[in-house]
Nanobody
């Protein structure tokens, strides 16, 4: 199983980014997908998730600014980041979950700074 995140980078406050997470080795459409982030010195936290049926849920910090979507044909989940703030700076990880099975990607860095 492999999850590969991409799309991170440096952006100014108020900017946007789209992160992608491409999965292989799993039947992607069966899995719920989550996006997490970890800032320096802080615990990893849930940003949001999307079920196999494409229902989404978001942390309060993400509501109204971030959007999660999935493309089962491409085995990919996306995290669209809008109105980015310096406090959004973190490594962003995706996770595939189904029952007791959980798989993580290696993460992609997002830095928001002027």
């Amino acid at each position: 199983v492999q999850l590969v995140e991409s799309g991170g980078g440096s952006v100014q406050p108020g900017g946007s980014l789209r992160l992608s997470c491409a999965a292989s080795g799993i039947i992607f459409s069966f899995y719920s997908m989550g996006w997490y982030r970890q800032a320096p010195g802080k615990q990893r936290e849930l940003v949001g998730s999307i079920t196999s049926g494409a229902m989404t849920d978001y942390a309060d910090s993400a509501k109204g600014r971030f959007t999660i979507s999935r493309d089962n044909a491409k085995n990919t989940v996306y995290l669209q980041l809008y109105s980015l703030k310096p406090e959004d700076t973190a490594v962003y990880y995706c996770k595939a979950a189904r029952g007791a099975a959980n798989y993580w990607g290696q993460g992609t860095q997002v830095t928001v700074s002027s």
